[in-house]
Antibody, heavy 118, light 110 residues
Framework: EVQLVESGGGLVQPGESLRLSCAAS????????MDWVRQAPGKGLEWVGR??????????DFAASVKGRFIISRDDSKYSLFLQMNSLKTEDTAVYYC?????????WGQGTLVTVSS | QSVLTQPPSVSGTPGQRVTISCSGS????????VFWYQHLPGTAPKVLIH???ERPLGVPDRFSGSKSGTSASLAISGLRSEDEADYYC???????????FGGGTKLTVL
């Protein structure tokens, strides 16, 4: 059974950093691209970014709203995906979802809440 | 303002058929596959349709997808109360070099 479990969310102040993790199981993690998607309170889904697999040289793409502030990395040996969020803004407040990318997102985690507030 | 345009809401009565549209452009829907998701608050979104019109295992055949040019649509037949949820379309966008979503459509079963 495919499982994606996010962790690391919490309350931080504007300008601070936070690192989210996603533990994957039930599929060959190393073969897939992986994405992060977020949903702000009362808003729709917003794609944050993705990381390719080893064949794609682990390169990353980001939404304009987070480019230069967020970093995505992965540890294939530990079936883990990470989202390093720096210089956080109040508008980054959202539930963050880890997702498997198979020419489109085909599986999602339950999400972890990040609140940026003073 | 979302790159993909969906109606904010649709409604129907049990047993009816409803459709949700998703309008894009040549850089997204016109060039790439469309995925559809069902999202209930507090839960993980679930893929209903992938690659424009394919249903993953376990998704009832009441759900169907289609695509023509730069638009796509999701049809739900035999509407049930448990279908009440938010529905999103998504595709890759070459101009933005990123994945884009529609603004979401809230389905109400009257």
């Amino acid at each position: 059974e495919v499982q994606l479990v996010e962790s690391g969310g919490g309350l931080v102040q504007p300008g601070e950093s936070l690192r989210l993790s996603c533990a994957a199981s039930g599929f060959s993690f190393r073969d897939y691209y992986m994405d992060w998607v977020r949903q702000a309170p009362g808003k729709g889904l917003e794609w944050v970014g993705r990381i390719r697999n080893k064949a794609g040289r682990y390169t990353t793409d980001f939404a304009a709203s987070v480019k230069g502030r967020f970093i995505i990395s992965r540890d294939d040996s530990k079936y883990s995906l990470f989202l390093q969020m720096n210089s956080l803004k109040t508008e980054d407040t959202a539930v963050y979802y880890c997702a498997r990318d198979n020419w489109g997102i085909d599986f999602w985690g339950q999400g972890t809440l990040v609140t940026v507030s003073s | 303002q979302s790159v993909l345009t969906q109606p904010p809401s649709v409604s129907g009565t049990p047993g009816q058929r409803v459709t949700i549209s998703c309008s894009g452009s040549s850089s997204n829907i016109g060039s790439h596959d469309v995925f559809w998701y069902q999202h209930l608050p507090g839960t993980a979104p679930k893929v209903l349709i992938h690659r424009n019109n394919e249903r993953p295992l376990g998704v009832p055949d009441r759900f169907s997808g289609s695509k023509s040019g730069t638009s796509a649509s999701l049809a739900i037949s035999g509407l049930r109360s448990e279908d009440e949820a938010d529905y999103y379309c998504s595709a890759w966008d070459d101009s933005l070099s990123g994945r884009v979503f529609g603004g979401g459509t809230k389905l109400t079963v009257l």
